[in-house]
């Protein structure tokens, strides 16, 4: 059955997305973006409050994830090296012309509804993320504490102030424990898969960590384990409206926490 926010269909959006940044080129050296569906249940979920029709709403959903996506592909940029070989220096470079030009797509979006209010949100977001990321990265953060607290800012900022924007606050607690938790699971898996996981990577190259890999991601799962125990509360908190959007997180919660906790303690 197809996963819908009160008659928005959920896939179709992902595929509206897929169309717009599909790129025959790009597509034969690096991997296609992976569309969060949990940042597109909590767009659906904040632009279904609006007044706005059904196509803008639709509209705005695809844009923002637009600017996400290219987010997250300048993340995936890799450093160069001393002896890197040609195919690896063409990957990285075409990661990065990739994440312009998913942020291009969204600026071509946007003004082709005339938005500036919204252009200028986002372009702000974007501003605030990018000046956290860089704090994560160049280690200016003093503790593993404040590391997360940064990252959950990075997952949610985008949403928070898209919510602000539409003057549809009340969701902020679970939006940033439940990104961060998905955030990390991500990384953990990324890494286990021997692949770019940027927050592992700086996180075992910290001094508030142990250079050791198995300490680093038993802070991760702790840390997951705390985060989605706080969704459980914060999501009972949900106004009625997000009704559909409390049932998708309940249901998530159940087969990401609870079944994997029932699976460890089988095995063990």
Known sequence: MALTYNHMNIEELKASI???????????FIPN???????????AALLKQSEFPEEKQKQYIITTMLVQIALDTHELVTIS??????????KRQLTVLAGDYYSGLYYYLLSKLEDIPMIQTL???????????????????????????????????????????????GIDDVLGDWLLAMRLDYENKRYH??????????????SYVQVNGGQVLRALDKMIRKHLLRVEESVKQ???????????????????FYMNQQQVVEEG
């Open 81 to 90: 090296g001393e002896q890197e070989e040609p195919e690896a220096e063409k």
């Open 123 to 169: 372009a702000s977001a974007i501003k605030e993320i990018n000046e956290l990321k860089m704090k994560i990265y160049n280690h200016d953060f003093n503790t593993f504490t404040e590391v997360m607290e940064g990252l959950k800012k990075v997952e949610s900022l985008l949403i928070q102030r898209v919510a602000e924007f539409m003057k549809k606050p």
């Open 193 to 206: 898969l021997r692949e770019t996981a940027p927050i592992i990577e700086v996180l075992m190259k910290s």
């Open 238 to 256: 949900l106004p009625q409206n997000f009704s559909v959007l409390r049932e998708y997180l309940q249901q998530h919660l159940y087969h990401s």
């Open 18 to 28: 897929e169309d717009q940044i599909r790129h025959p080129y790009l597509a034969k």
């Open 33 to 43: 973006p992976v569309i969060s569906e949990d940042k597109l249940m909590f767009l």
